[in-house]
């Protein structure tokens, strides 16, 4: 799925410092690491998802949300 949606949706990038060029306060941000990972989680869920997963109903892995904790 995950170039159906970049070919239909373009890049997901739904936090500013994850784009190109950034956000100038990406380095000091508490919040940075929590966006990157919640965009590695998305980008892998697309990634694994096919369209016939869509169609059947069918989650890839146990069909639970990733675990996007730091410990």
């Known amino acids: 799925m995950s170039s159906v949606v970049e070919a239909l949706e373009g890049d997901i990038t739904f936090a500013d410092c994850l784009s190109d060029g950034g956000c100038r306060h990406r380095d000091s941000c508490t919040t940075h690491g ?13 990634e694994d998802t096919t369209l016939y997963d869509l169609v059947t109903g069918h989650q890839p892995g146990n069909g639970q949300a990733p675990d996007v904790s730091d410990g």
């Open 34 to 46: 929590l966006w990157t990972r919640l965009k590695d989680s998305i980008d892998g869920i697309l």
